[in-house]
């Protein structure tokens, strides 16, 4: 077989499938292999009918129909099944190849991966792809990070097909090496845990503390979609809250209150507690579908403890005007504390992640695209050295202007008993992150007396360890210094 596509793609599932079409649509000359073959001919045969895109009957007619250097995106489902395609893939390749996985891989899997095949002279490419089935086929934002010799064969490709934001930017760069591309799409996704989170916080506050009927709550966030809190996840919460159901009435309604997740969110909150940065709001995201998954325990409870839950009176407009800004308030920390978790990882990885670079590539077609992110992007731009995101003065000044509105709005859910995880620890965050003096002293102290943990002290240098004989019985023997 003469070799004619650009690239080759594995697994024909309705992700791989739009992109197959979106870089068709571009130029682009595609080769396509599933496992089950079956699923190659109903492509040809349907949704690609008219294409260019060349089906393959195995992995090694894919491999043939290929221009070298040879490139080849896996999208298959994350896991086992991503290295038993590697594995059949790589007796067929040859140095200066090129592998992709686009699928929704743990960032130590990319990693592991680059430098495995880097052995075998082979390049890897682990890159997030976010915008689901809509933004594969018109435009999804690309995270792509890996072995950096294969960028520049990948670049044409994916630049191309990636959506653009208003200047022609593609939503599109190199991350940095080994597993960054996926890294930042899980924080993309742990982000986006805490953005839904807040958001059915804000309903919840309206449905059942104010008494507001879906479409009015659609009404609402419509509104607000016009402003700064302007974002996709906004614009389709618009949507479904006004979607009625055949007899009428809110399909919202008739929704069983439980969430699912497939686990970026929860890998997200545990790369924070082993970095040991505070990513409290998408951990509270993350428990948040826990205790929705609870039905049963819930269902019970009620009845046995009763609910608290009490109308929220006053002003209605006014609660409302508070609540968008504190639903503001709350998810600009949710993005300071993601890019105080990529901080984090650009130190312990040497990735050197470029943050105004990112919030670029999800400006346009990812789950958490908003308009605020340019505000991010010009953050960043303006100072590469920022030490958080709430130090910008854009942000400062939003944090500033919206906070009393915050406290009352977290302080009227209490008293309603209508529980907002998210933005009441989004809220705690920020009033310890800006506290000079917490009581961490009293809780070193508590682990000295108990375990001679040592401590340093405030009329010390930074790296001085102290230990205490509490009780005179306790001896001078100390443990190992902490980690903080």
Not at 278 to 284: A, D
Not at 444 to 452: L, P, S, W
Request: proline share 4%; hydrophobic share 40%; with cysteine.
């Amino acid at each position: 077989m003469t070799p004619q596509a650009d690239i080759g793609l594995i697994g024909l599932a309705v992700m791989g499938q739009n992109l197959v079409l979106n870089m068709d649509d571009h130029g682009f000359t595609v080769a396509v292999y599933n496992r089950t073959v079956a699923k190659v001919d109903r492509f040809l045969a349907n949704e690609a009918q008219g294409t260019k895109v060349i089906g393959a009957q195995s992995l090694e007619e894919l491999v043939a129909s290929l221009k070298r250097p040879r490139k080849v995106m896996i999208m298959v489902k994350a896991g086992w099944p991503v290295d038993d395609t590697i594995e059949q893939l790589v007796p067929l390749l040859e140095a200066g190849d090129i592998i992709i996985d686009g699928g929704n891989s743990h960032y130590p899997d990319s990693t592991r991966r680059t430098r495995e095949l880097a052995e075998k002279g082979i390049l890897f490419i682990g890159t997030g792809v976010s915008g689901g089935e809509e933004g594969a086929r018109f435009g999804p934002s690309i995270m792509p990070g890996g072995a950096p010799e294969a960028w520049p064969h990948v670049k044409p490709i994916f630049q191309a097909i990636a959506a653009k934001v208003a200047d022609g930017s593609p939503c599109c760069d190199w991350v940095g090496e080994e597993g960054a591309g996926h890294f930042v799409k899980m924080v993309h996704n742990g982000i986006e845990y805490g953005d839904m989170q807040l958001i059915c916080e804000a309903y919840d506050l309206m449905r059942f503390g104010l008494g507001m009927a879906p479409a009015e709550i659609s009404s609402v966030f419509g509104e607000w979609n016009q402003g700064k809190l302007e974002s996709y996840l906004i614009e389709i919460t618009t949507d479904i809250l006004a979607y009625t159901d055949e007899d009428g009435e809110p399909m919202v309604d008739k929704i069983l209150d439980t969430a699912g997740q497939k686990g970026t969110g929860k890998w997200t909150a545990v790369s924070a507690l082993d970095m040991g940065t505070p990513l409290t709001l998408i951990g509270e995201a993350v428990f948040s579908r826990f205790l929705s998954a609870l039905k049963d325990d819930r269902v019970l409870a009620a009845a046995e403890l009763g609910s608290t839950v009490a109308p929220i009176g006053g002003d209605k407009a006014a609660f409302v005007n508070d609540l968008r800004d504190a639903l503001y308030a709350s998810k600009i920390i949710s993005y300071a504390q993601g890019y105080m978790l990529f901080k984090a990882a650009s130190a312990e990885y040497g990735w050197q992640l470029q943050y105004g670079q990112i919030a670029l590539m999800w400006r346009g077609g990812c789950i958490i695209r908003a308009a605020f992110l340019d505000d991010i992007k010009n953050a960043y731009e303006s100072n590469p050295e920022l030490a958080n995101l709430l130090l910008d003065p854009y942000f400062k000044e939003q944090m500033q202007a919206g906070e009393a509105a915050w406290r009352r709005v977290v302080a009227r859910a209490v008293e309603a008993g209508l529980p907002v995880p998210a933005m009441s620890s989004a809220l705690a965050f920020y009033d310890g992150y800006r506290r000079e003096r917490l009581p961490a002293n009293l809780l070193q102290a508590q682990r000295d007396y108990f375990g001679a943990h040592t401590y340093e002290r405030v009329d010390k240098p930074r790296g001085e360890f102290f230990h205490t004989n509490w009780t005179g019985q306790g001896g001078d023997v100390t443990a190992s210094t902490y980690d903080a």
